[in-house]
């Protein structure tokens, strides 16, 4: 049986074959330009987004999904800005029952048909980026710039990334298939066989309140590509990017002929814990979450009928031998802590540094001067409100200030965390990054996540001993990044054997433009699911393969004249 594609397949093949091009090379390529240029997106393109926005505060966000109920409004923006939408709030038994029902012509439609139908909707949110990227900014508290990037070139990079990823793994085999087998004297024995590529069911996507859009499309449109209907669960603070995707995605999935209850919202009320409920729901057969360690371990233990993807907590980490370019080691490692106020899964927490110093292009630099470079590089970062805030962006919750108050305690402050006032948003909160000095034996505080602007730097015994205790936190706590400075090759080796044995990506010697917690579709891998930070790594063969199975059927073949 040979599918016939949709039109939309025809329309962005070019697209996808040059995303899977890129998935095999790992060379750079983006298919949505990361600068919000009016020369690259037009005059009025800024404008427009921005108002289309507005549009939606203070009113019931333009759903045609059935709710019940009185609808919710729960995100209260860092910027201190009234948002007020209202979402219908989500019945899970018709959610479920709309998207089973939704699944047999979806599956029915083939890979390349549902590939073309996710690039055309990919399409569409990039036609509404800058709406997109103004909902992300001020739900999370990112800095414009950030937001436009991460929560859309970059998220819509990742979600390509996953489309062309799911395409490969269903097209490994072929559809069909002439067997036959010799049988001595007599005719061989003839079968058609014909292998469908069937969905595990209805999906749910559990959103995250920091990068709700990054964090979610790699495994919402992993499980739309491979025929699964998709629930899409936001946080609470972090509702309007998500709804506007959910939006936009449904309107290509009626244009194209398919039930647009392939994708659906599912706002709650305060407290409802609807993600638990829908998550352990017999018909969810996947579920994706990015979040806290606890609860990231409560769906792996509870969700028990459904392959969960879950990305958590882990405690990243900097180990510092020695540099050729101390001013630009101090630079990036200072850079990374800064950038929205720490509060990425990437960003490094411990910067692990021998107490008699290291050795540098600018002589010796002891153990205090280390520590002063990485704080005199936040410092200048942070020093004018203006440009700062465009780095820092706003607090996303109270519990990062609480944590600051607490780890300001724990040893003594090389920097302090400062209040800044916004220089545009009076009621926004702001901080900036806290660097605190520990000793080694101090395993207690290091060793597990202080999510936010909070960084320690610990004086080892030796470098030796900072990868011992690489080996433990990482093994114990897991870890998304890594990174390590040092002009000795044997040095280099040995902190990538432990970045092996612990299973964390490494970056070496980064002083310039890169940074530990950047990474790139379609060439860097995030998360590695070797440790317990994540169980999955975006992107990836595995990422998707389990996502659907190949079911077989096969008949004897007509008789030959």
């Not at 800024?46 to 966000?61: K, M, P």
């Not at 392939?262 to 609807?274: F, S």
């Not at 948003?425 to 060793?447: C, E, F, H, S």
């Not at 595995?542 to 199975?549: C, D, S």
């Amino acid at each position: 049986m040979t599918e016939t594609p949709h039109p939309l397949y025809a329309r962005h093949a070019d697209t996808l074959a040059r995303a899977l091009k890129a998935i095999a090379e790992r060379d750079f390529w983006s298919a949505y330009p990361e600068s919000p240029s009016p020369r690259v997106y037009g005059e009025h393109a800024a404008a427009e987004g921005r108002a289309a926005y507005e549009a939606y505060l203070g009113t019931d966000f333009p759903l045609d999904q059935p709710g019940t109920g009185e609808p919710v409004a729960t995100e209260a923006s860092p910027f201190g800005v009234p948002l007020g939408v209202r979402y219908p709030r989500a019945d899970p038994d018709r959610l479920i029952a709309a998207a089973t029902a939704a699944l047999p012509a979806w599956r029915d439609a083939g890979p390349a048909t549902r590939a073309g139908v996710c690039l055309e909707i990919l399409a569409r949110l990039h036609a509404h980026i800058f709406e997109l990227a103004n909902a992300v900014q001020f739900t999370t508290g990112q800095a414009f710039v950030m937001a436009f990037q991460a929560g859309g070139a970059h998220a819509l990079d990742r979600a390509l990334e996953a489309v062309a990823y799911a395409y490969a793994e269903q097209t490994r085999h072929p559809g069909t298939a002439a067997w036959e087998k010799p049988a001595g004297r007599g005719e061989p024995l003839r079968m058609v066989k014909t292998f469908h590529v069937v969905p595990r069911g209805v999906a749910l996507v559990v959103g995250c309140t920091t990068f709700p859009t990054w964090n979610s499309y790699p495994g919402l449109f992993a499980s739309l590509a491979t025929g699964n209907p998709v629930v899409v669960k936001p946080h609470p603070r972090a509702v309007l990017p998500l709804a506007i995707s959910v939006r936009y995605a449904r309107q290509v999935l009626a244009e194209a002929g398919f039930e647009a209850d392939l994708i659906q919202l599912a706002a709650e009320a305060p407290g409802e814990a609807l993600a638990s409920s829908l998550a352990t729901r017999p018909e969810v057969r996947i579920v994706d979450f990015t979040g806290s360690t606890e609860y990231g371990d409560w769906l792996e233990a509870n969700a028990r009928q459904a392959t969960v993807y879950t990305e958590k907590a882990g405690v990243n980490t900097v180990i510092v031998d020695g540099t050729d370019d101390f001013a630009g080691m101090c630079r990036n490692i200072g850079f990374s802590l800064t950038l929205y106020s720490g509060q990425m899964c990437t960003t490094p927490q411990n910067v692990l540094v021998p107490a008699d110093g290291i050795e540098t292009d600018q002589g010796h630099k002891s153990f205090a001067e280390v520590a002063g470079g990485i704080a005199a590089a936040v410092g200048r970062l942070t020093a004018d409100p203006a440009r700062g805030v465009e780095l820092t962006g706003a607090i996303v919750n109270d519990g990062v200030l609480e944590r600051l108050a607490r780890a300001a305690g724990e040893g003594e402050v090389v920097l302090a965390s400062r209040a800044v006032t916004h220089p545009e948003y009076a009621d926004a909160l702001v901080r900036t990054p806290l660097i605190v000095k520990l000793d080694a034996d101090a395993a207690q505080t290091y060793g597990r996540e202080w999510f936010g602007p909070i960084s320690f730097v610990i004086a080892t015994g030796s470098t030796a001993r900072s990868l011992e205790i690489f080996r433990a936190t990482v093994g114990e706590r897991g870890a998304l990044t890594a990174s390590v400075y040092a002009t000795d090759p044997q040095v280099l080796a040995a902190v990538e054997e432990a970045a092996l044995a612990v299973g964390v990506h490494l970056s070496c010697n980064l002083t310039g433009g890169v940074f530990v917690n950047q990474s790139a579709a379609f060439s860097d891998f995030h998360a590695s699911g070797a440790n317990p930070a994540a169980n999955a790594a975006l992107t990836d063969g595995a990422y998707v393969a389990n996502r659907f199975r190949i079911v077989q059927s096969r008949r004897h073949a007509p008789a030959t004249a």
